[in-house]
């Protein structure tokens, strides 16, 4: 493969659609996993922290491919590292850990940053990292082995098809009336 070949169009479509894809898998999977919505109730989370059933955190894969392309443009910057070496998807995954997970420059949760500045306890800072890690090594491993094999149009379509179906999913969710708890 050569990085001459490798647009930013066509990385940022792919980025938007693996991150969004391994976003939604794993959040959705973490959430039930990790039991998000009892540590989101607690008092130290739910000051900032959305309830799980919210509007907006139910919207929130629709804001996601707008995240996709904001990695992709940094890792257009980066492509000849990245795409043509042979463990380029673990240096995307450590760049994603270290610069988007622990190194924030505001106080996120597990952050050094976090961990500082908020009261939060580191438990409940923590809680949430297996998410965060699976969710960046898919991205980079997926995205690494999609851009290094243009030829398996098979995988265009398949990840296609599923980041159509996932977004249509998600929007039909929102736009179907809320139940009411009894």
Same mark, same amino acid.
């Given at each position: 493969m050569q990085t001459e070949n490798l647009s930013f169009r066509s990385l940022a479509a792919r980025t938007v659609v693996v991150h969004t894809l391994t976003y939604i898998v794993v959040g959705a999977i973490a959430a039930a996993v990790l #039991?998000?919505? $009892?540590?989101?109730?607690?008092?130290?989370?739910s000051c900032f922290m959305r309830p799980i059933g919210d509007?907006?955190?139910m919207a929130g894969p629709l804001f996601q491919p707008l995240r996709g392309m904001l990695f992709a443009s940094v890792f257009f910057i980066l492509r000849e590292r990245l795409f043509l070496? $042979?463990? #380029?998807?673990?240096?995307m995954w450590w760049i994603l850990v270290a610069i988007g997970v622990f190194s924030t420059f505001g106080p996120a949760p597990a952050s050094v940053e976090g961990?500082?500045?908020?009261?939060?306890?580191?438990?409940?800072?923590?809680r949430g990292l297996p998410e965060v890690l699976v969710q960046s090594l898919l991205l980079s491993s997926v995205l690494y082995v999609w851009v290094r094999n243009p030829d398996r149009r098979w995988l265009s379509w398949v990840l296609g098809a599923m980041f159509v179906l996932a977004m249509a999913m998600v929007t039909l969710g929102l736009l179907l009336p809320q139940q009411r708890p009894n």
């Open positions: #039991g998000y919505k $009892d540590l989101f109730a607690l008092p130290e989370l509007r907006w955190v070496q $042979d463990r #380029g998807w673990l240096a961990l500082v500045y908020t009261r939060v306890p580191w438990p409940a800072q923590v």
